[in-house]
């Protein structure tokens, strides 16, 4: 369980009882249980979320964050996702801008090009 569910009994969110069985899971697979914790497995899960382009406010509810802020501190954007955000921008007002729409049929004054 790297986020919490929604349980009748509270006790079952809290850390202590996911971080008990980790280490020796992470043994099993043969990984550094000194580099591999609950922490980092939640923060891996969250930053994958926020990769594949699921809102914020989706992940702040299946992390169970309070707060957006708190989200946002797992939040690690890199350079190709900017780039890929403004190319989102660029095509989409490329797009939308028509000459026709945007260029007034109003014809000029006499004696002014």
């Avoid at 979320?49 to 946002?72: D, F, Y």
């Avoid at 190319?87 to 006499?110: C, M």
Wanted: proline share 9%.
């Amino acid at each position: 369980m790297t986020f919490p569910g929604h349980y009748a009994d509270e006790q079952d969110r809290t850390p202590l009882r996911f971080s008990a069985p980790v280490p020796a899971s992470v043994v099993r697979a043969g990984l550094d249980p000194e580099k591999v914790t609950p922490h980092v497995m939640r923060h891996t899960g969250i930053t994958r979320l926020v990769k594949a382009r699921v809102h914020l406010p989706t992940i702040q509810r299946i992390s169970g964050h309070k707060t957006l802020a708190m989200v946002m501190r797992y939040v690690h954007l890199e350079d190709n996702q900017i780039d890929d955000a403004i190319a989102a921008i660029d095509t989409d007002f490329l797009n939308s801008v028509t000459h026709r729409l945007h260029t007034p049929d109003i014809p000029a004054p006499k004696g002014r090009a």
